[in-house]
């Protein structure tokens, strides 16, 4: 089993920052294949960043060039920081882990159906 552990929501103007971090605990498959997932009201889950085979990071098109994934191996944490934060940011952020040691297809990186495991979510709400 795999615990995740959202934490670093919370409200902020537009143009600001946040950083968000998720702790994986239990048996993390070498905590490889995580990704951040963010749901808005009344609007399906989507992929917003994933770690491919090579530990690089992929990006949805809304969040490229804005928001930064990077892990910390040693504590088995994910970050997702988040800069010039707008209005369309705000959702509930989940962080999400794949249970097996393979990794998805490249062009399925952001895709629901690719992760077994879920956090609780933190919430990002950005005011204009």
């Known amino acids: 089993q795999v615990q995740l552990v959202e934490s670093g929501g919370g409200s902020v103007q537009a143009g600001g920052s946040l950083r968000l971090s998720c702790a994986a605990s239990g048996y993390t498959y070498g905590s490889y294949y995580m990704a951040w997932f963010r749901q808005a009201p009344g609007k399906e889950r989507e992929g917003v960043a994933a770690?491919?085979?090579?530990?690089?990071?992929v990006y949805a098109a809304s969040v490229r060039g804005r928001f930064t994934l990077s892990k910390d191996n040693a504590k088995n944490t994910l970050y997702l920081q988040m800069n010039s934060l707008k209005p369309e940011d705000t959702a509930m952020y989940y962080c999400a882990q794949r249970a097996s040691w393979s990794p998805p297809l490249p062009v399925r990186l952001l895709h629901i159906d690719e992760y077994n495991y879920w956090g609780q979510g933190t919430q990002v709400t950005v005011s204009s």
């Open positions: 770690l491919d085979m090579a530990g690089n990071p």
